[in-house]
Structures are given as C-alpha cells and as structure tokens.
T-cell receptor
Framework: DAKTTQPPSMDCAEGRAANLPCNHS???????VYWYRQIHSQGPQYIIH???NNETNEMASLIITEDRKSSTLILPHATLRDTAVYYC??????????????FGKGTKLSVKP | NAGVTQTPKFRILKIGQSMTLQCTQD?????MYWYRQDPGMGLKLIYY???????DKGEVPNGYNVSRSTTEDFPLRLELAAPSQTSVYFC??????????????FGNGTRLTVT
C-alpha cells in the first residue's frame, strides 16, 4: 500500500504562499494523490487531487514530481482561515473496494499575521 | 444542496447502550462511508457502501453495523456501546469510487462519548 509522509507542522505568514510537501515514494502508477484539510475538528474538506499532471483550482495548486514520488500543495496567498490540518492521501484499494482513503496525521499549518 | 448531513452533533452514551448515527446526502452519490477519528489521529474507515443494498467492512468494523436501503441514507448502528467507541464519527459520500478520482464530501461529524 502506498503511504504518505508529511511534516507534522508548518508556519506561514499571512499573504504569503504556503507550500506543503508530501512524500509518497511507493505510489503506484494508477493511484491518485488527494489533498484534504480539516479545520477545528470539522469534517475534512476536499481541496484538490491529481494523477500525473499538475492541477490548479480556485483553492490551490498541486505540483506532482515527474517520478510521482512526491507532491506539493500550494496555497498561493494564505489567510488566517487556512489554518488547519492538511492531509495528503494516496488512494488505496482494500478488499476490492474503491472507497478507502487512509488519513494519516497530516501537517498542521499555522498561518500567522 | 445541503451536502452530507449528520445527526446528532453530540451524544453521551452509557456503556452497553445502543444508538444509531444518522447520515443523509442529497447529491445522488452512489458511494457512502463512515469514518471515526480519535483525538490527535487520522480517520479510520469503519464501513462503506457502493450503492443501495450493498455494504462492506472497512478497517475497523467491529462493534458497528450499517445498512443502505436508499441512495440518500447510510445509518451507522452501535449495538453495545463501549468506552473504546468514544470518538468523532464522520460520514462521507462520493459520486463514484475514489479510484476514479472522485473526491469525498464529508459531514460535520457526530461527537460520541461513552461512559
């Protein structure tokens, strides 16, 4: 099973870009990389996902290395409301299911004024 | 759309009591999931469903039961509550399986304490 490694915590100044790294060196060729975040123990919120190409949406950008062994989530202009735990997840197949996403401990991002 | 709605938001149970955690979604998603999150930890999958009438076990199914009689609803049943089931429970849904790149949409959780 592909697993992910993230730093436990990061700080970022308000208005600056937040770059959150994730290692997934055992990822398989058909596994997606997902990013979610969780604010104040609310339900996790989907941010973005990708397979091979870099992706961008209204919330963030996802940069995946060419060998797919790591990725970076970029919040271009971090605000105080972006303070949250960010989870990098590689989709895992369990017992033939298509539903299992393994959430690790994530990275706690603190955006400071 | 309301998205994924969970009730109740909070509940305290005594050991041995039973309860049902309710989850409903209005996005016509086929897949639904139940996760639990212990303090300071990530989420663990309890059960999931790929459509009405079809359910399967996740990583930590012991002590729980589920049913999926409709596309919209996916209740989670605790039959004999134990302190180890003290946790925050999240319900989620997705249009297709996550293997196809379909993201999960989560509810805001039910905080359960068993004493």
């Amino acid at each position: 099973d592909a697993k992910t490694t993230q730093p436990p915590s990061m700080d970022c100044a308000e208005g600056r870009a937040a770059n959150l790294p994730c290692n997934h060196s055992t990822i398989s060729g058909n596994e997606y990389v997902y990013w979610y975040r969780q604010i104040h123990s609310q339900g996790p919120q989907y941010i973005i996902h990708g397979l091979k190409n870099n992706e961008t949406n209204e919330m963030a950008s996802l940069i995946i290395t060419e060998d797919r062994k790591s990725s970076t989530l970029i919040l271009p202009h971090a605000t105080l409301r972006d303070t949250a735990v960010y989870y990098c997840i590689v989709r895992v197949v369990v017992r033939g299911s298509q539903g299992n996403l393994i959430f690790g401990k994530g990275t706690k991002l603190s955006v400071k004024p | 759309n309301a998205g994924v709605t969970q009730t109740p938001k909070f509940r305290i149970l005594k050991i041995g009591q039973s309860m049902t955690l309710q989850c409903t979604q209005d996005m016509n998603h086929n897949y639904m999931y139940w996760y639990r999150q212990d303090p300071g930890m990530g989420l663990k999958l309890i059960y999931y469903s790929v459509g009405a009438g079809i359910t399967d076990k996740g990583e930590v199914p012991n002590g729980y039961n589920v049913s999926r009689s409709t596309t919209e609803d996916f209740p989670l049943r605790l039959e004999l509550a134990a302190p180890s089931q003290t946790s925050v429970y999240f319900c989620a849904s997705s249009l297709t399986g996550t293997g196809g790149g379909s993201p999960l949409h989560f509810g805001n959780g039910t905080r359960l304490t068993v004493t």
